[in-house]
């Protein structure tokens, strides 16, 4: 995770840069489609986020239970993430 923690850390950065500039149109009562338009571009930007953390997570945390015996344990978080991603 380390590779691409720093990646990650930029992003979110980024993301909460973007949030902020959203407080600001708000605050500014900026035209409601051009705050919506920010809105989505930010739920697309932590979508990719959770992708990334995701796509770690399988192949390193969920592949190291497996080799330890753990298949239950990594079949359990398996289904919670595609739960949790279906939301």
């Given at each position: 995770?380390?590779?691409?923690k720093?990646?990650?850390?930029q992003?979110?950065?980024?993301i909460e840069g973007?949030?902020r500039?959203?407080q600001?149109?708000?605050?500014?009562e900026?035209?409601?489609?051009?705050v919506?338009?920010?809105?989505?571009?930010?739920?697309s930007?932590l979508?990719?986020?959770?992708d990334?953390?995701?796509?770690?997570?399988l192949?390193?945390?969920v592949?190291d239970?497996?080799?330890?015996?753990?298949e239950?344990?990594?079949?359990?978080e398996?289904?919670?993430?595609?739960?949790l991603?279906?939301?």
């Open positions: 995770m380390n590779k691409n720093q990646r990650l850390v992003r979110l950065k980024l973007q949030v500039g959203l600001k149109m708000i605050e500014e900026k035209y409601c489609i051009d919506i338009t920010q809105t989505s571009a930010v739920k930007a979508s990719g986020v959770e990334e953390l995701m796509s770690s997570h192949s390193t945390c592949i239970q497996i080799k330890d015996g753990q239950r344990k990594a079949i359990g398996i289904i919670k993430v595609y739960s991603k279906r939301k």
